[in-house]
């Protein structure tokens, strides 16, 4: 039997609003069977960078709290800090922009809890076996929750070809030592115009593997770091480079186990709610604010990871008209995510289109 994807598009009356609808929705989709009472529901969700607007509304987060509140259950609303410097490289500065962003307390009913803890570097080690990785770093309050609600918004990937519920689970619950391990081979390095010498690193980095040298800045040695990327994250100065070396193929790989790994911890406490409007080209990492390069089409809901990731992008290049992510971005493989996602057992791009009226 095909795994159900449920479609609503954005039209509403006098008589149905689009809450009914998700309403509606959830309950045919079995949302609640995700739930138990007492449980600490992550959700997981993307706050957008500073000058980005197309994330997910405020008000429809703040519904899909309020549905979980009433099944006696806790929701908290999550994200984990980013790998590079910037408004999202620390909880202090990122639940503030979660604020800025109108995902504040009083408006979405639930708290913002970064999963990785101050400085992404609380984590814990999901072991998996699969080609890329052994042991996956995973964002601690992720992992400690007992369930996932994974509020996705669509868009394009300057890297990845395509950012979906995959990518918001394998990419969006990794620790910074996880995000490095998807975006680099290599250890950081020193960009030593920018080194001031400070000696903040030094006395973060546990294995000793930072020293300020004779010029005044620092030196990181690669036999010793273990690529736990704490340096990065304590720089003040933005000092600490990353290499960004990895192939979109790497990376859509690694994007992929990291989401198995959570996904077959949490198993069938996992529900997607994937929106696919305000599309654009490059993902809400993005500090601009981008075109929208297709109108906005619905929202999607399954508990198939894979399925609903598929039916999205069909749901797109059926509204272009084209194959619009080929176009975007022609070079990047990004497909076979959905063959080495169904090869791990995540899902199945088989899936059946339940449309709600
Ligand atoms: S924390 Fe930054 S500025 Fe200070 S020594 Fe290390 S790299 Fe240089
Ligand atoms: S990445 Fe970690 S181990 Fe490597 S130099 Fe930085 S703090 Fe030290």
Redesign the pocket.
């Known amino acids: 039997m095909k795994n159900k994807v449920y479609f609503i598009d954005f039209h509403t009356t006098f008589q149905r609003s689009i809450f009914d609808k998700i309403g509606d929705t959830l309950s045919q989709a079995g949302f609640k069977d995700t739930i138990r009472e007492h449980d600490k529901v992550a959700v997981k969700l993307h706050f957008g960078a500073e000058t980005n607007f197309s994330v997910i509304n405020p008000r429809y987060v703040r519904y899909f709290v309020n549905r979980i509140l009433a099944l006696d259950a806790k929701p908290f609303l999550t994200d984990t800090n980013t790998l590079y410097a910037g408004n999202r490289v620390n909880s202090i500065d990122h639940t503030n922009l979660a604020t800025r962003h109108g995902y504040a307390r009083s408006v979405v009913n639930a708290p913002v809890i970064i999963a990785d803890g101050l400085v992404g570097q609380s984590e814990e080690i999901v072991k998996i076996d699969t080609k890329e990785t052994k042991e996956a770093h995973i964002g601690s309050d992720i992992h400690h929750a007992d369930a996932i609600l994974a509020l996705t918004h669509m868009t394009g990937h300057e890297a990845a070809g395509f950012g979906a519920a995959i990518k918001n689970i394998g990419m969006g619950c990794a620790s910074r030592k996880g995000k490095l391990a998807m975006h680099s081979t290599s250890r950081p390095s ?1 960009n030593c115009d ?9 006395q973060w980095c546990q294995v000793n593997a ?1 020293s ?1 040298k004779e010029n005044g ?2 030196h990181i040695d690669e036999e010793l770091c273990t690529g736990c990327s704490m ?1 990065i994250s ?4 933005i ?2 480079r990353i290499k960004w070396n990895t192939s979109s193929e790497f990376l859509n790989t690694k994007i992929t186990e990291y989401a198995h790994a959570v996904t077959s911890h949490k198993r069938d406490k996992m529900f997607y709610v994937n929106f696919l409007n305000n599309i654009t080209r490059l993902c809400d990492c993005a500090n601009i604010h981008g075109e929208y390069i297709v109108p906005n089409i619905g929202i999607l809901f399954s508990k198939d990871i894979v399925a609903i990731d598929r039916a999205s992008i069909d749901l797109i290049n059926e509204r272009a008209g084209k194959d619009l992510f080929k176009e975007l971005y022609p070079d990047i493989l990004w497909e076979n995510i959905f063959s080495y996602a169904e090869k791990l057992g995540m899902g199945s791009s088989d899936y059946e289109l339940v449309k709600i009226e």
Not at 194 to 202: F, S
Not at 234 to 237: A, D, E, K, L, N
């Open positions: 020193i920018r080194c001031v010498g400070c000696d903040r690193c030094v930072i300020i800045k620092a340096c304590v720089c003040p100065f000092a600490i």
